[in-house]
């Protein structure tokens, strides 16, 4: 069973307790007014078919059928209830609502009305999603679908949890395909029950080449530092992590049990924003630069006119910024400084009171506004208006080796501002930029629209306050 075959059915099922659900309200509709129902209704017909559509976009931007095999019965319980709500909420507000004033004033109509469509809908489309459900997951239970997963480790840890793996007579989903030896394993107790992965390249790669899911991390803790290089890794592949806890993990409740049929296993999940945010985000983005593009463009006028009298050179500077993926773009910014700042080709940050600043760029920089042409960075999908801030590669070069969970800033799209400009302002040398990346690690972590208007709002009154540098 594809992951692909699996979402179709599930977009299947859903179009057809769509259709039946809108049928048969439509059906009580006609009887409450009177009417009779006809299949070949022209309202009927159109109405079903947008309907129908609209449902299907609800799912797709909630994420129904992204992960299809993750599932459970009660997540589909909660997720259905309340998309289903959602969906009906707006299908009464844009649809029914005026119908119904049309026929009768009476407030007892529109709680029926909402009511009768929500139960119906929520009830069919449960009903066969509860199904689907039930049969992958009777399917994960008896190993037929199950998860490419790897345990890094060899020692007794790493060997307690394949045994436990393996000999359970119910399946956890965890298709074991091999092992990562370490060089903090002094023994190897895996080599013939396990294929063992040659790990000489970096970890990266190996997920890729064997396309894995999840990894089971059987280190010791007292090499902590090994395994949070370890997630920050998995973390950037948006792989699930699994860590075997100590007693003391057990006592301080940090365990989640992942189900009744696994080990106590600690799970992370890869930091990810819902579908319908990532969307929101995007649309943000576009709608918001192409708007202050526009209501700007007479203040760039002058300010073009400012950085021309300001020394010589050309008004626009672009510079090679690593971003998304580790691609390279060319960041668009207001000349602040004079030409020939770095000629001896060293890129160089800028140090306060630096001398290469103009004094027109002294102004600009502290209010932020030499980053304004940026917004056609946004516009054209290379930056968003929040997400970490994109460095050079020269200075990524001396971070990684410093900080390896700098790699999870490529996991997003780099920002105009970010929570590490907010909290920290601008770095002057390397050791600073690892002190700001934890706050941008902090909104990786925590990845939604709340905090991301959150971080706009605290950009907008450091930039009021004239403390943009």
Known sequence: MSKKATALKFIFCDLISSTLSWSTFFYFRKKLEGKNFEINDANFLIGTVFIVFFWIIIYSLSGRYKNVFRTSRLKTFYSTFFETL??????????????????????????????TLFSIHFLLTFLLRYYLSSTIIKKIKTGQIGF??????????????????????ISTGNKIIGYIQTEFDTIDLLQEKLKKINNSKDLTETLRNYKIEEVIIAIEKKHSGQINKILYELDYNNVIAKIIPNKSDIFSEKIKMESIFSPELIEILPSSMKTWEKILKRLIDIFGSLTLLILLSPFFIIIS??????????????QKRMGKNRKSFNIIKFRSMHT???????????????????????????Y??????????????????????PEREHFIKKILPLAPHYKLVFKLKPGITSWGMVKYGYADNVNKMIERLKYDIIYIKNLSIFNDIKVIAFTIIIILQGRGK
Do not use: H
Not at 87 to 114: A, E, T
Not at 161 to 168: A, P, V
Not at 340 to 366: A, C, F, Q, Y
């Open 340 to 366: 020939d700042s770095e000629k001896e080709g060293i890129p160089m940050l800028t140090k306060e009171n630096d001398s290469r600043v103009t004094n027109w760029g002294k102004i600009m920089r502290k």
């Open 148 to 169: 490419k997963t790897i345990i890094i480790g060899s020692s007794e840890k790493a060997f307690e949890i394949y045994s436990y793996l393996t000999n359970s007579p």
């Open 368 to 389: 932020r506004i030499d980053e304004l042409p940026q917004f056609y960075n946004v516009l054209i999908g290379e930056m968003s208006f929040v997400g970490p801030r």
């Open 305 to 318: 006119f400012l950085v021309k009298l300001s020394s010589k050179g050309p008004i626009l500077y672009k």
């Open 86 to 115: 959602i969906g009906c909420i707006i299908i009464f507000f844009m649809l029914i609502i005026d119908d119904i004033k049309q026929q009768n004033n009476n407030y007892y109509y529109y709680y029926y009305s909402i009511c």
